[in-house]
């Protein structure tokens, strides 16, 4: 079966890094789109950055220049760097994938989802 397993969450200070891992279980991320979303208590499922087949990225304004995705076929993962967080970035960050688009990065275009991993932003 597809499934995108996440992996690299945990407690970061405010300014720190994290690499979030989506390693792909049951297909090749290569003939995939893979989109990073994250949810906030009490907030909506947002993309924070997703990459085409074809490898148009978006991001939006919250996170452009802070966070990027890239894909390493040979390991089969898509990673997302974030950098310099904010206590407004905590979240869980889902990974996931769907085979017949080439691009877009709302929450209905995506049909394979992974269970997410938390990022907790705090001093």
């Known amino acids: 079966q597809v499934q995108p397993v996440e992996s690299g969450g945990g407690l970061v200070q405010p300014g720190g890094s994290l690499r979030l891992s989506c390693a792909a279980s049951g297909f090749r991320v290569r003939g995939y789109a893979i989109g990073w979303f994250r949810q906030a208590p009490g907030k909506e499922r947002e993309g924070v950055s997703c990459?085409?087949?074809?490898?148009?990225?978006t991001y939006p304004d919250s996170v452009k220049g802070r966070f990027t995705i890239s894909r390493d076929s040979t390991k089969n993962t898509v990673y997302l760097d974030v950098n310099n967080l904010r206590p407004e970035d905590t979240a869980v960050y889902y990974c996931?994938?769907?085979?017949?688009?080439?691009?877009?990065?709302?929450?209905?275009?995506?049909?394979?989802w992974g269970q997410g991993t938390q990022v907790t932003v705090s001093s």
């Open positions: 990459t085409s087949t074809s490898g148009r990225t």
């Open positions: 996931a994938a769907e085979a017949f688009m080439g691009g877009g990065c709302r929450q209905p275009d995506y049909k394979y």
